[in-house]
């Protein structure tokens, strides 16, 4: 980037989270505000102190991993034997590389877990027990499945008995339903200019055992590229799998096409082709940002020098000094 | 109307060492096996999805190929399996990461395609899921090959381990895949693995990735790779494919230029069979060695190098 008199213009650090785009009516909480607010300013405080946008995305993330309002690490949801099953990944758009956890058990905070994949193996992905395996030799502790179920998972596990295709219908179309839940994400972007996108989940309820979502696969619910632009993805797993949505809005903006209008393509042809709603997060190169969803809700914050917005129904942004 | 194709792959790798005659012919065998089944399943009436299933079960029960029998082994020594299938009409997609003790995981990734609402299932989940949908498991000796021991005892006596891009070096390659239309123009493509010698245990690499390692859409193509997993997944080669030709490039062009920007951004190589929704072809490869096997118009053709 260069200003007129041929001088390297400074980048702009900024951060973007989300809390999980869905359309139950339960899920238009205060507390869900204030915990990606609360994200958004840890990952700022790392920005802030000239730290990279890998330290500000997972510290993003770890806030509402181990925020039980949300749905990631601890307040995660059940799968179909009341199991805690997380998946969580982390990308960074200067090398394109990449670390990502699936169906890792009673981790407090698989983002972490994730960052150690990209920085300590040659690999991309782990699953199951032998993510956990990774954990234990990383010095990555197992917590009891109590630390991080919450009540309202155990009521909503029990509530669906088993069924998991209910939940969904329920969650990512426009109907009312008592409960909610989703994935996490944050994109941040470093005065260096490098770009991290960042996503953790519990997954949905009642899910089969073993089942894995759009959150942990690179191009799916995640993608981060420096030449392009960094994304986080949330909502309807399976569809946004179909539709590869995180390397579909950034194609778009390798086209040139802003991360606003990318993310509204993207989520529009998704529900084009799959009939379900998504929401996703995504900055480019120029610190431009796209924040849209097609479900009802989906908390988000967005914060940089000067300012956070944030918001969480359509139409909505509140604007503070930061 | 095009006309059923039948486009099959037994893996890319650097062209062998010992330049083994008996391998090579044991590939061109299986691939030309596979293409040929896959074919006269499609004359016979049957879908895309059969005869893309069909093809990867063929190849996975032959054990010259890195799937099902004769699968690489992981750093325990185990058969750890990723497996995955999609249908070009709705996107509908099937897929298994780091599955044990199933025969076909082809077939399994097909079951999660048909009777859940999921994608993708992995590790334990998969291998319970494998029990109750009644697909064939087999003792995980039945899948272990000499030649798997000895590419592991290989991997265990290098200094620093595995090497990521090992993929390619290894005498025995990677992935199979094929991507099929059949005769009512309907698109369908399929994929296994038993990874990387001597991979973590629960390392899942590019074939059950939807966009990374397999995608296919009856409005654009289809296009399925094998190489070097972990550069497939960081730049999301099958999405690059379809999007190239989504603009109206030839599969072969489509293809070649996608791994040309997978080779630049990270230095991977990998090789990828193409199918555009007209039923063109595209055989592409920068690794020096893919055997392969195409059938269309009812003739067969087929190489051990890109097309």
Not at chain 2, 260 to 279: C, F, K, N, P, Y
Request: aromatic share 4%; with cysteine.
């Amino acid at each position: 980037m260069s200003s007129a008199d041929g001088a390297a213009a400074a980048i702009q650090p900024a951060l973007i989270v989300h809390g999980g785009a869905v359309s139950a009516a339960s899920y238009a909480s205060d507390a869900r505000r204030k915990a990606v607010n609360a994200a958004a300013l840890a990952g700022w405080e790392i920005l802030q102190g000239n730290g990279s946008a890998l330290d500000a995305a997972e510290a993003a993330v770890r806030s509402m991993e181990d925020n039980p309002v949300l749905e990631a690490g601890t307040g995660c949801m059940l799968n179909e034997l009341g199991q805690v099953e997380l998946d969580a990944a982390i990308m960074h758009g200067r090398t394109l590389e990449c670390g990502a956890v699936a169906g890792v058990a009673n981790v407090k905070n698989p983002i972490s877990l994730a960052r150690k994949v990209m920085e300590k193996t040659s690999h991309c992905l782990i699953v199951g027990r032998g993510a956990n395996v990774f954990a234990d030799r990383q010095g990555i502790a197992t917590v009891p499945l109590e630390e991080l179920v919450s009540e309202s998972a155990l009521k909503e596990f029990r509530a669906l008995n088993g069924n998991y295709q209910n939940g969904c219908n329920d969650f990512f179309n426009p109907r009312t339903v008592e409960e909610a839940h989703d994935t996490v994400g944050a994109v941040a972007i470093d005065k260096h200019g490098d770009m991290v996108a960042a996503t953790s989940t519990g997954g949905n309820a009642a899910k089969l055992v073993g089942r894995v979502g759009d959150s942990p696969l690179v191009g799916v619910g995640l993608y981060s590229d420096n030449s392009t632009g960094c994304v986080s993805c949330t909502g309807h797993g399976e569809s946004i799998i179909k539709v590869h949505l995180a390397s579909r809005i950034s194609m778009y903006m390798e086209e040139g096409i802003s991360p606003d209008e990318a993310t509204r393509k993207a989520l529009l042809y998704m529900q084009e082709r799959t009939g379900y709603g998504a929401g996703a997060i995504a900055m480019d190169k120029e610190g431009k940002v796209g924040i849209n969803f097609t479900t009802k809700y989906m908390a988000w914050a967005y914060i940089t020098e000067g300012k956070l917005q944030h918001g969480m129904l359509h139409k909505e942004s509140f604007t503070e000094i930061a | 109307m095009p006309g059923a194709v039948v486009l099959v792959h037994g893996g890319a790798g650097k062209i062998p060492k010992a330049n083994n005659d008996v391998d090579n012919q044991a590939r061109l065998y299986g691939v030309k096996s596979a293409a040929t089944a896959a074919y006269e399943a499609l004359l016979a009436g049957a879908s895309a999805v059969d005869a893309a299933e069909t093809a990867v079960r063929c190849l996975e029960d032959f054990p010259v190929f890195n799937a099902g029998v004769g699968s690489r082994l992981n750093l325990a020594g185990e058969v750890e399996m990723d497996a995955a299938i999609m249908d070009g009409r709705g996107l509908r997609a099937g897929a298994v990461g780091a599955v044990k003790n199933v025969k076909n995981p082809v077939s399994l990734a097909r079951k999660i395609m048909d009777l859940t609402p999921h994608v993708l299932l992995v590790g334990e989940g998969a291998s319970q899921f494998a029990q109750e949908s009644g697909v064939q498991l087999v003792p995980m000796q039945e899948l272990i090959t000499e030649k798997s021991r000895r590419a592991l005892a290989q991997v265990k006596s290098l200094p620093f381990g595995i090497d990521p891009k090992a993929e390619e070096e290894e005498e025995e390659h990677g992935t199979v895949g094929a991507a099929v239309m059949d005769t009512a123009g309907n698109l369908a493509t399929s994929i296994s693995t038993g990874g990387i010698s001597g991979k973590h245990v629960g390392r899942v690499g590019d074939s059950p990735i939807i966009g990374g390692g397999i995608y296919c859409d009856n409005m654009v193509g289809a296009a399925v790779a094998t190489g070097q997993g972990e550069s497939i997944i960081r730049t999301c080669l099958a999405n690059n494919i379809i999007q190239l030709m989504s603009t109206g490039m030839a599969p072969q062009q489509a293809g070649d230029s996608a791994l040309e920007t997978m080779r630049q951004r990270v230095s991977g190589l990998a090789g990828v069979i193409v199918l555009d929704r007209h039923g063109n072809s595209g055989i592409c490869c920068n690794t020096g060695h893919m055997s392969w096997a195409q059938l269309k118009d009812n003739e067969l053709s087929w190489g051990l190098s890109a097309g």
